[in-house]
T-cell receptor
Framework: AQSVTQPDIHITVSEGASLELRCNYS??????LFWYVQSPGQGLQLLLK??????LVQGIKGFEAEFKRSQSSFNLRKPSVHWSDAAEYFC?????????????FGQGTRLTINP | NAGVTQTPKFQVLKTGQSMTLQCAQD?????MYWYRQDPGMGLRLIYYSASEGTTDKGEVPNGYNVSRLNKREFSLRLESAAPSQTSVYFC???????????FGSGTRLTVV
C-alpha cells in the first residue's frame, strides 16, 4: 500500500532563508505526487504536482519540488521564505483507484518563520 | 467561482446525535471525497465517490455513511456521533483519475 512520510513535524526558519521540506513515499508504480499548503483554519491549496516528465517541477508562490525516484523522495524547496509562508505543508501520493484518484497524505510539516 | 462548498463550518454534537455534512462542487468534477484531519495524523480518507452513482470505503469508514446525491453533491452522515469523531472534515473533488483535488474549507466538528 502506498504511504507518505514527512520526517519533520515542525521546522523554523528565518525570513529570507532557504527552505527544504522532506517527503518520502512508498508506491509500487510511477507515482503522482503533490504538495499542498494549509493556512490556519483554511482548506488545502495545491502548490505543485508531479505526474511525469521533468523531475523538477515549479509551483505557485515560488515553490519547487524535485522528484528523485532512486530515493523515493519529493522534497519541496523555496530559495527565500516570506513571513506569509508560515503554514502547514502536506505531501501526498496519488494512485488511481476505481476510476478515482485516492490521495494518501503525510502527517504534515508545520513551518514557522522567524522575523 | 465557488469551487467546493461545505456546510456547516462548525458543529457541536452530543454523543449519540446524528448529523449530515453537506458538500457541493460547481466544477463539473466526476470524483468526490471525504477526509478527516486529526493532529499529527494528516488527512485520512473516509469515503469516496469515483463517479455519480458509486461510493466506496476509504481508510476509516466506520461510523460514517455517504450519499452521492447527484454529480454536484456528496454528503457525509454520522448516524450516532462518538467523541472519537471529533475532527475537522474536508470534502474534495477531482475531475477524474489523475487530477489534483480541490478542497473545501472544512467543517470543524466537536462531539461531547
Amino acid at each position: 500500500a502506498q504511504s507518505v512520510t514527512q520526517p519533520d513535524i515542525h521546522i523554523t526558519v528565518s525570513e529570507g532563508a532557504s527552505l527544504e521540506l522532506r517527503c518520502n513515499y512508498s508506491y509500487g508504480a510511477t507515482p503522482y505526487l503533490f504538495w499542498y499548503v494549509q493556512s490556519p483554519g483554511q482548506g488545502l491549496q495545491l502548490l505543485l504536482k508531479y505526474f511525469s516528465g521533468d523531475t523538477l517541477v515549479q509551483g505557485i508562490k515560488g515553490f519547487e519540488a524535485e522528484f528523485k525516484r532512486s530515493q523515493s523522495s519529493f522534497n519541496l524547496r523555496k530559495p527565500s521564505v516570506h513571513w506569509s509562508d508560515a503554514a502547514e505543508y502536506f505531501c501526498a501520493v496519488g494512485a488511481s483507484l476505481g476510476g478515482a484518484q485516492k490521495l494518501v497524505f503525510g502527517q504534515g510539516t508545520r513551518l514557522t518563520i522567524n522575523p | 467561482n465557488a469551487g467546493v462548498t461545505q456546510t456547516p463550518k462548525f458543529q457541536v454534537l452530543k454523543t449519540g446525535q446524528s448529523m449530515t455534512l453537506q458538500c457541493a462542487q460547481d466544477m463539473n468534477h466526476n470524483s468526490m471525497y471525504w477526509y478527516r484531519q486529526d493532529p499529527g495524523m494528516g488527512l485520512r480518507l473516509i469515503y469516496y465517490s469515483a463517479s455519480e452513482g458509486t461510493t466506496d470505503k476509504g481508510e476509516v469508514p466506520n461510523g460514517y455513511n455517504v450519499s452521492r446525491l447527484n454529480k454536484r453533491e456528496f454528503s457525509l452522515r454520522l448516524e450516532s456521533a462518538a467523541p472519537s469523531q471529533t475532527s475537522v472534515y474536508f470534502c474534495a473533488s477531482s475531475l477524474n483519475g489523475g487530477g489534483p483535488y480541490t478542497f473545501g474549507s472544512g467543517t470543524r466538528l466537536t462531539v461531547v
